[in-house]
């Protein structure tokens, strides 16, 4: 199989050269989609081979589905990773031998990394992602944590992609989760009548501390992140902060 690359930034001067350089024995076809980055990002991805389109970001799904139609890709298959994430070669490998006449598209998974660099084996444990396709049988929605929708069947690959998702430090996480949780209560308010909302709003306002304890409970016990240690613990605490943000921003 030969592939396309496709790699999301916005000012990821510190992540994008890592990133091309672990596509790079995979792909003579390499681009950069980004968002107006006023860092370093375009000039190092140039220098490292990379070709660079420049589009003003207006959600994931809408990102995604202009790059699929607007860009010219050399080759039908197309692997998309963000700047943080990093190719292994056991999956290079694994995409090369690759026999794509049953598959229209193929699930990744990826090994989460903490701000240390510890695994979060249990604490992120999640389905496989789209992220090896056919362009022209995939498309995109939700505007955050999008979701691909793929005309045919999907297959899994064994080998993971490694995601350096604390790479720029717990400040910028928490920073960037701020605004993914206005965009999530959006999309919920757009979802939900005025009714439910109302009635969900105000049971929510009622077990808001309790839903916060609780998360941080089924976290460590149910979803077994106390494994992971010390990395795990502070992780359930972001991640019910996270879900809090949500609930103060729902209307």
Not at 55 to 76: C, M
Not at 78 to 86: N, T
Request: proline content about 1%; some cysteine; overall charge positive.
């Amino acid at each position: 199989m030969k592939v396309s690359i496709l790699i999301l930034t916005l000012n990821e001067q510190d992540n994008i050269k890592d990133c091309i350089l672990s596509v790079a024995p995979l792909s003579d076809d390499i681009l950069v989609l980004d968002s107006h980055s006023c860092d370093r990002t375009i000039s190092i991805a140039k220098s490292q081979g990379a070709k660079v389109i420049e589009h003003k970001f207006s959600g994931w799904a809408s990102h995604q589905n202009w790059a699929l139609k607007n860009i010219t890709f050399k080759y039908d298959w197309i692997l998309y990773i963000d700047a943080d994430e990093r190719v292994t070669e056991e999956l290079i490998n694994e995409i090369l031998n690759l026999e794509s006449d049953v598959y229209n598209a193929f699930k990744i998974y990826r090994n989460n990394k903490f701000i240390s660099g510890e695994s979060l084996k249990y604490s992120m444990k999640c389905p496989g992602i789209v992220r090896l396709f056919s362009k022209h049988h995939i498309k995109y929605e939700r505007e955050i944590n999008p979701i691909a929708i793929v005309n045919g069947a999907v297959g899994i690959l064994q080998s993971k992609l490694i995601h350096y998702n604390f790479s720029k430090g717990l400040n910028e996480w928490i920073l960037k989760h701020i605004e993914y949780a206005k965009r999530e209560a959006q999309e919920f308010n757009l979802n939900v009548s005025n009714e439910n909302l109302h009635f969900l709003k105000k049971r929510t306002k009622k077990l808001k501390y309790f839903r916060f304890i609780f998360r941080i409970i089924y976290q460590l016990f149910f979803k077994m992140g106390i494994l992971d240690g010390y990395a795990g613990y502070r992780y359930a605490i972001l991640i019910s902060f996270y879900e809090q943000l949500i609930e103060e921003n729902m209307r």
